[in-house]
Nanobody, 126 residues
Framework: QVQLVESGGGLVQAGGSLRLSCAEA?????????MGWFRQAPGKEREFVAG????????HYADSVKGRFTISRDNAKNTMYLQMNSLNSEDTAVYYC??????????????????WGQGTQVTVSS
């Protein structure tokens, strides 16, 4: 069973930065998984934030974070990252990482992920 553990959330002032990490803790072959970040704000549906293919060669961002957030991964460390800059109050949410197991395709799924982490809270104060 894939175990995804997020970390790096917290309270930050508007305009500040945070870096989230998502580690795969069960020892699965991390490079078999296309990965994504999602978020859910209070009273809103969960939304796609960014995704990265198995190889790291393909990335996709939601329009709301394009130019401010950067997704990356280190397959040797079984870890994915989300660098978040120029944060604003609309970025306040619980952030989840997700894994899509597909050892034969290198792409960025926007939905249909197989495994999810427990989430990490990001709060941006204005």
């Amino acid at each position: 069973q894939v175990q995804l553990v997020e970390s790096g959330g917290g309270l930050v002032q508007a305009g500040g930065s945070l870096r989230l990490s998502c580690a795969e803790a069960s020892g699965r072959t991390f490079s078999n998984y296309n990965m994504g970040w999602f978020r859910q704000a209070p009273g809103k549906e969960r939304e796609f934030v960014a995704g990265i293919s198995r190889s790291g060669g393909k990335k996709h961002y939601a329009d709301s974070v394009k130019g401010r957030f950067t997704i990356s991964r280190d397959n040797a460390k079984n870890t994915m990252y989300l660098q978040m800059n120029s944060l604003n109050s609309e970025d306040t949410a619980v952030y989840y990482c997700a894994a899509d197991r597909d050892p034969f395709s290198d792409y960025v799924p926007l939905n249909g992920y197989d495994y999810w982490g427990q989430g990490t809270q990001v709060t941006v104060s204005s």
